[in-house]
């Protein structure tokens, strides 16, 4: 933005110091900044501190944001131009490892990648280290009237390309980094509107060289966002073993706890389509599938809004599939918040995995359904731990394989605060056979915890459950159709126990990829909410059933069509 752009404001400390006409005319008299000359002229000492205090403004009105401002960079421009207009753009994103200008991003800052341009292995990684504030952040971003036209037709995202060889090459030696962004002692940062594709690695990246390669790296940063990014295509080498945690950050209790992925998209239906991807940031309306891990977060959060599918086994045959797993309770608070998650069709993968030592999980509007992963494949509750604190699990409709709707087995003693589950929608593939304490909801006894509370669940077969509509085929899946079906009026009115911060409101369904004017992108809400009542009962599972006229009905399994390469 232009200098001037905060004079009006910051103007009012020039009126604070209460100058007098006579003392501005003073101050625009030349003097010498040793002082000698001024008071030599009878400049008393009052009058020098005023100007002194006049200089230091003038600093003031001309520092920090009062800089920041928009650049440009396109593939074939140059470091060496000013990089403020398209006509004169830089040709690398500062941090880049061919990047040769010598600006420092400030606070405030916009920097737009021209759209369809291309940059190849040798400009990364990224070398990340510059902060915003969080009421000037520092953005990467695009501007749709600003594209290639001789690489496409229409705006289309700027693309990170590795070229199908390691970043950075060979991997694990020296202080190589195998990734397209590492942000160092970073803050309050988005990177938007990114196509990255053709990752490759071909090492033990999970244990030799553990966090030498993925696609994002935080170190030492906090409130970093990647918002509508498209990732894809990414494949292993024949030594590689699986990369799980392909958007990561250091473990420790202070870094990117407040780092977020939100609105993007990791398809790898053409690559190996059995690797990564282990996104350890608060994660929000994203679309994964053809993965081997969804989400696993090391750090609480908020982890919502999620479409997660075609979950495997992975090539190396040994990581562990997940769609969503906690695997550390690190943090201020150890709190997760999880919900309005679609987590389907999953071939392998444990469909949640929760309750790490002093883990206090708020579970909440999920689905889980064809999910086929033999005795594991629902919720697993907790997973571990010597002693986790709490569980809240409501409103969620799991389809369960087993004939149980979540397993607690015998780590039902390690909750040591509440474990609460009401209003939920369980369908179990046979004869629901869960403990009687429980009516049918886990498999064994809990125990030890302070508050056990067990209410308005609805248990049924799949049977029972197709018998009365609720189907895999519906638009919005195991939802009611009539106001007398079993869910309807049957679970308890939770708004005053419900967390801070949170609408209460029905499922709002997950994102959906969709190719939209030819971009690929999270696509959402599918589905409008409807409202829970404050007063009175709210239904069990994820849906409220509304009286109002039937909504549109979303595609429930969208195929995107990848777009050209460029």
Same mark, same amino acid.
């Given at each position: 933005?232009?200098?001037?752009?905060?004079?009006?404001?910051?103007? #009012?400390?020039?009126?604070?110091?209460?100058?007098?006409?006579?003392?501005?005319?003073?101050?625009?008299?030349?003097?010498?900044?040793?002082?000698?000359?001024?008071?030599?002229?009878?400049?008393?000492?009052?009058?020098?501190?005023?100007?002194?205090?006049?200089?230091?403004?003038?600093?003031?009105?001309?520092?920090?944001? %009062?800089? %920041?401002?928009?650049?440009?960079?396109?593939?074939?421009?140059?470091?060496?131009?000013?990089?403020?207009?398209?006509?004169?753009?830089?040709?690398?994103?500062?941090?880049?490892?061919?990047?040769?200008?010598?600006?420092?991003?400030?606070?405030?800052?916009?920097?737009?990648?021209?759209?369809?341009? #291309?940059?190849?292995?040798?400009?990364?990684?990224?070398?990340?280290?510059?902060? =915003?504030?969080?009421?000037?952040?520092?953005?990467?971003?695009?501007?749709?009237?600003?594209?290639?036209?001789?690489?496409?037709?229409?705006?289309?995202?700027?693309?990170?390309?590795?070229?199908?060889?390691? @970043?950075?090459?060979?991997?694990?030696?020296?202080?190589?980094?195998?990734?397209?962004?590492?942000?160092?002692?970073?803050?309050?940062?988005?990177?938007?509107?990114?196509?990255?594709?053709?990752?490759?690695?071909?090492?033990?990246?999970?244990?030799?060289?553990?966090?030498?390669?993925?696609?994002?790296?935080?170190?030492?940063?906090?409130?970093?966002?990647?918002?509508?990014?498209?990732?894809?295509?990414?494949?292993?080498?024949?030594?590689?073993?699986?990369?799980?945690?392909?958007?990561?950050?250091?473990?420790?209790?202070?870094?990117?706890?407040?780092?977020?992925?939100?609105?993007?998209?990791?398809?790898?239906?053409?690559?190996?389509?059995?690797?990564?991807?282990?996104?350890?940031?608060?994660?929000?309306?994203?679309?994964?599938?053809?993965?081997?891990?969804?989400?696993?977060?090391?750090?609480?959060?908020?982890? =919502?809004?999620?479409?997660?599918?075609?979950? +495997?086994?992975?090539?190396?045959?040994?990581?562990?599939?997940?769609?969503?797993?906690?695997?550390?309770?690190? =943090?201020?608070?150890?709190?997760?918040?999880?919900?309005?998650?679609?987590?389907?069709?999953?071939?392998?993968?444990?469909?949640?995995?929760?309750?790490?030592?002093?883990?206090?999980?708020?579970?909440?509007?999920? @689905?889980?359904?064809?999910?086929?992963?033999?005795?594991?494949?629902?919720?697993?509750?907790?997973?571990?731990?010597?002693?986790?604190?709490?569980?809240?699990?409501?409103?969620?409709?799991? #389809?369960?394989?087993?004939?149980?709707?979540?397993?607690?087995?015998?780590?039902?003693?390690?909750? /040591?605060?509440?474990?609460?589950?009401?209003?939920?929608?369980?369908?179990? %593939?046979?004869?629901?056979?869960?403990?009687?304490?429980?009516?049918?909801?886990?498999?064994?006894?809990?125990?030890?915890?302070?508050?056990?509370?067990?209410?308005?669940?609805?248990?049924?077969?799949?049977?029972?459950?197709?018998? +009365?509509?609720?189907?895999?085929?519906?638009?919005? #899946?195991?939802?009611?159709?009539? /106001?007398?079906?079993?869910?309807?009026?049957?679970?308890?009115?939770?708004?005053?126990?419900?967390?801070?911060?949170?609408?209460?409101?029905?499922?709002?369904?997950?994102?959906?990829?969709?190719?939209?004017? =030819?971009?690929?992108? /999270?696509?959402?809400?599918?589905?409008?909410?409807?409202?829970?009542?404050?007063?009175?009962?709210?239904?069990?599972?994820?849906?409220?059933?509304?009286?109002?006229?039937?909504?549109?009905?979303?595609?429930?399994?969208?195929?995107?069509?990848?777009?050209?390469?460029?």
């Amino acid at each position: 933005m232009p200098i001037f752009a905060n004079l009006s404001a910051k103007f #009012v400390l020039l009126l604070s110091l209460n100058w007098t006409p006579g003392q501005w005319q003073d101050v625009q008299t030349p003097y010498s900044l040793h002082g000698r000359r001024s008071l030599d002229r009878g400049y008393s000492m009052s009058r020098f501190t005023y100007a002194a205090i006049f200089l230091l403004t003038f600093i003031f009105l001309c520092s920090g944001s %009062a800089f %920041a401002s928009s650049h440009f960079i396109a593939a074939n421009g140059s470091d060496s131009n000013n990089g403020t207009s398209e006509s004169t753009p830089w040709a690398h994103l500062p941090g880049m490892a061919t990047w040769t200008g010598n600006y420092n991003p400030v606070a405030g800052d916009t920097f737009i990648l021209r759209g369809c341009d #291309v940059w190849t292995n040798a400009n990364f990684p990224i070398n990340w280290t510059w902060s =915003g504030s969080s009421a000037n952040p520092i953005t990467v971003d695009r501007d749709i009237t600003w594209f290639n036209t001789a690489k496409c037709s229409s705006w289309n995202r700027p693309v990170f390309d590795a070229g199908g060889t390691a @970043i950075q090459a060979p991997e694990c030696t020296g202080g190589h980094k195998n990734f397209y962004i590492v942000a160092s002692g970073a803050s309050n940062v988005d990177f938007k509107w990114i196509e990255a594709k053709n990752y490759f690695w071909n090492s033990d990246q999970q244990s030799s060289c553990f966090g030498s390669g993925g696609f994002f790296q935080g170190l030492n940063s906090d409130f970093i966002t990647l918002d509508s990014w498209y990732f894809h295509a990414w494949n292993a080498g024949g030594s590689a073993t699986d990369n799980d945690h392909m958007i990561a950050a250091a473990n420790s209790t202070t870094n990117c706890v407040n780092c977020l992925v939100t609105n993007s998209v990791f398809d790898n239906s053409d690559g190996d389509g059995d690797s990564g991807v282990g996104l350890q940031f608060n994660a929000t309306n994203n679309v994964i599938h053809d993965v081997v891990n969804a989400i696993k977060p090391v750090y609480q959060g908020e982890f =919502g809004g999620n479409n997660i599918y075609n979950v +495997r086994t992975s090539f190396d045959g040994t990581t562990h599939p997940n769609c969503i797993e906690t695997v550390g309770a690190l =943090g201020p608070t150890h709190t997760y918040y999880i919900h309005d998650n679609l987590v389907h069709d999953a071939l392998t993968c444990e469909g949640l995995q929760i309750g790490n030592t002093n883990e206090i999980d708020y579970v909440w509007n999920n @689905i889980w359904f064809n999910m086929t992963h033999g005795g594991a494949n629902g919720p697993n509750l907790p997973q571990g731990g010597s002693s986790t604190n709490s569980l809240f699990y409501w409103n969620n409709t799991n #389809v369960d394989q087993r004939n149980i709707c979540a397993a607690v087995g015998s780590n039902g003693n390690k909750w /040591s605060g509440s474990f609460v589950m009401q209003n939920n929608h369980c369908i179990t %593939a046979g004869t629901p056979s869960g403990s009687s304490q429980s009516g049918g909801m886990v498999d064994s006894t809990v125990t030890g915890a302070r508050t056990i509370t067990f209410s308005n669940n609805v248990v049924e077969s799949l049977s029972t459950a197709n018998s +009365r509509g609720y189907t895999s085929l519906q638009s919005f #899946v195991y939802s009611p159709t009539v /106001s007398s079906d079993p869910t309807v009026g049957a679970g308890a009115n939770l708004a005053s126990s419900w967390p801070a911060g949170f609408s209460t409101n029905d499922a709002n369904y997950a994102c959906a990829e969709q190719t939209v004017l =030819g971009v690929v992108q /999270s696509v959402c809400p599918q589905r409008v909410s409807n409202t829970r009542p404050s007063s009175g009962a709210w239904d069990s599972g994820v849906y409220q059933f509304g009286s109002s006229a039937p909504q549109p009905s979303p595609p429930s399994h969208v195929v995107a069509t990848v777009q050209p390469s460029q």
